[in-house]
């Protein structure tokens, strides 16, 4: 059987209905996944792949896309199955075609994504390990938010970076960084249930004007680690931000811990994608320590 013979096989399985596809067409699927668009002509899914190896990555995403959407807040992919084709891993989700948010889009995408922070759990953390990109993230239980951020996010990352080469004066100063998270972090958090990736590139819109999330990093966290991620890389605009504030306010000093959450995702471009991260890593940990 051919790649898409199998993922075909599994997709009827999984729906319990026949699945005989067309040609398959490749559509975007961001810097990590090849993505695919198939179709029999009456029911239409996402497939994304990537190796083998990776499957768990899948796996995982799948479950942060279903405890997304088990609080009934904002729409997600719904996902259908995962599994492996030949020599990649996949998974299958649904097809949402998607259009333009229009003047009233934003602002459903800030009080919906409020709606969703509402979530919560007793601990920090999350039932199971993911990946951040292709970065294995870390997500063991704790009931301090300063310990679980500097633990399984600066430090995880840190840690990283000096086995990829990237020691000297990064590692001394973000172990200063580390030493002072309590003046950093200087507000107790709820764990609200997290995208945990969210970038302008994750948020999309129905042709009807909904909101739409997917590719997710999935854990219980600071609500403004979500917050501080869309505004790393632009593309939300003031109405989606006046929305979400308007439905949930945010605490005091917020402009300072934004520095310190979007600093793990520069970080994590740093071991992902190379050097050029690194100025941009050292100025952030700069900027914090004067805050201290």
């Known amino acids: ?25 490749h559509v975007g699927g961001g810097c990590i996944n090849q993505g695919v668009r198939l179709t029999d002509g009456e029911r239409t899914y996402f497939v994304k792949l990537n190796s083998a190896a990776l499957l768990d990555m899948f796996e995982a995403e799948a479950d942060g896309l279903r405890a997304m959407a088990q609080t009934h807040t904002i729409r997600v992919p719904e996902p259908l199955c995962s599994g492996l084709s030949e020599r990649q891993s996949y998974l299958a989700m649904e097809y949402i075609e998607m259009g333009h948010g229009g003047r009233g889009g934003s602002e459903l995408a800030g009080r919906q994504l409020a709606a969703m922070h509402r979530d919560s759990q007793p601990d920090f953390g999350w039932f199971r390990d993911n990946t951040i990109g292709s970065t294995p993230q870390e997500n063991q239980a704790a009931d301090n938010w300063i310990d679980f951020w500097r633990d399984h996010r600066l430090g995880f990352q840190l840690r990283l970076a000096a086995r990829n080469g990237y020691g000297g ?32 590139g994750n948020l999309a819109y129905t042709k009807d004007g909904d909101p739409v999330i997917f590719d997710p990093a999935v854990y219980y966290g600071d609500r403004e680690a979500d917050l501080a991620m869309t505004e790393l890389f632009g593309g939300f605009g003031n109405r989606f931000y006046d929305a979400y504030r308007e439905a949930w306010p945010l605490a005091p000093g917020y402009s300072t811990r934004k520095i310190l959450y979007n600093l793990y995702h520069i970080l994590n471009h740093l071991n992902l994608f190379g050097s050029g991260y690194l100025g941009q890593a050292s100025s952030m940990i700069d900027r914090l320590l004067a805050e201290v």
């Open 1 to 25: 059987m051919t790649q898409w013979e199998i993922i075909a096989q599994h997709i009827a399985q999984a729906s319990n209905k026949p699945f005989n596809p067309l040609e398959p067409r």
């Open 169 to 200: 004066t990064l590692q001394h100063k973000g172990e200063r960084l580390l030493q002072h998270f309590h003046v950093l972090i200087d507000h107790q958090p709820q764990p609200s249930l997290l995208h945990g990736d969210l970038w302008g």
